[in-house]
């Protein structure tokens, strides 16, 4: 059974940081891409961050380049996204999401999904 499991939101005041993680189990996770996604109120989920298999092939959305980083360590399963600098338009649930092709680097198509985490932040 595979599982994701986010963790590492709370309340942050603008301009400041957070890192939320991401561990998984029940999957081979170097054999995954992984993906941030976040979704805030009354509006649709929204691609973050994609990272490739061997921590390579990132990619980004507009809103949050320059300000967040992903990254994974596979002997961890885990994947990370650094957040700073953030924003009141970055408070949303984050989620993580695996797929074990290639894909679009900004597609939705993800086989697996975590619960969310939520991150606020106060101005």
């Known amino acids: 059974q595979v599982q994701l499991v986010e963790s590492g939101g709370g309340v942050v005041q603008a301009g400041g940081s957070r890192r939320l993680s991401c561990t998984a189990s029940g999957l081979t996770f170097s054999n995954y891409v992984m993906g941030w996604f976040r979704q805030a109120p009354g509006k649709e989920r929204e691609f973050v961050a994609r990272i490739g298999w061997s921590g390579y092939s990132i990619y980004y959305a507009d809103s949050v380049k320059g300000r967040f980083t992903i990254s994974r360590v596979n002997v961890k399963n885990t994947v990370y996204l650094q957040m700073n600098s953030l924003k009141s338009e970055d408070t949303a649930v984050y989620f993580c999401?695996?797929?074990?092709?290639?894909?679009?680097?900004?597609?939705?198509?993800?086989?697996?999904w975590g619960q969310g985490t939520q991150v606020t932040v106060s101005s």
């Open positions: 999401a695996a797929r074990n092709r290639v894909g679009g680097p900004y597609d939705y198509d993800y086989d697996y």
